[in-house]
């Protein structure tokens, strides 16, 4: 892994790059660049470490599907995150090229890093660098997805067998769509803060 040559590819592809050592380090830097303002969170492991959703809703106005407000269904709570300002959303693999590929089964984490928020935040341990971009889809079909579908306890070839994707017809497929990031969108701001941790699947 080379952390040097992915935040330059990163930044050559129009992201600034924010570099920190620790969870708790990015996590007081977001805190400090949010605030006063609406955010919106896609499901993510590693956001879900950092204890973002927590500090940013004491000063913030935060949907996120795994914590849904009082009233308000998960469903409920995914469309209001696509309508705030900022997003913040993890990766399951960057290769060292500065691509950046992302899975998903409900689509809304995918349609919220495209298009429609004022700025995106990218979140990613430095366990999600890989070489290239081959390696990046194999990471994030081989590794993220059935460590997901674990967690959530599907009951898919990739998590009763544990190791690795059948590109199955199960009811409870969590991998539907993947997107693909080779340059920033010209949309949105958009940062990638990489953590020299390991982070989330």
Known sequence: MNLTKTTQSLEKNGYKVSVFQTL???DRYLNQQIDSTTVGIGGSMTIEEMG??????????????????????????????????IYLSSVNAISEDGEMVNIDGAGNRLASTLYG??????????????????????????VAAPLNGKRLDCKTPCTV?????????????????????????MSSEMEVILIEESAGY
């Open 24 to 26: 708790e380090e990015a």
């Open 52 to 85: 973002s959703f927590q500090t940013l809703s004491t000063h913030n106005e935060v949907y996120w599907h795994w914590h849904p407000a009082d009233g308000l269904t998960a469903e409920d709570t995914r469309k209001k995150a696509m309508d705030t300002a």
């Open 117 to 142: 928020h004022e700025k995106v935040y990218f979140i990613a341990g430095t366990n999600k660098i890989v070489e290239n971009l081959h390696q990046a889809i194999d990471r994030a079909r081989n």
């Open 161 to 185: 067998k544990g190791d690795r994707c059948y590109d199955c017809n199960s009811e409870e497929r969590i991998c539907n769509a993947m997107v693909i990031h080779y340059k920033k969108m």
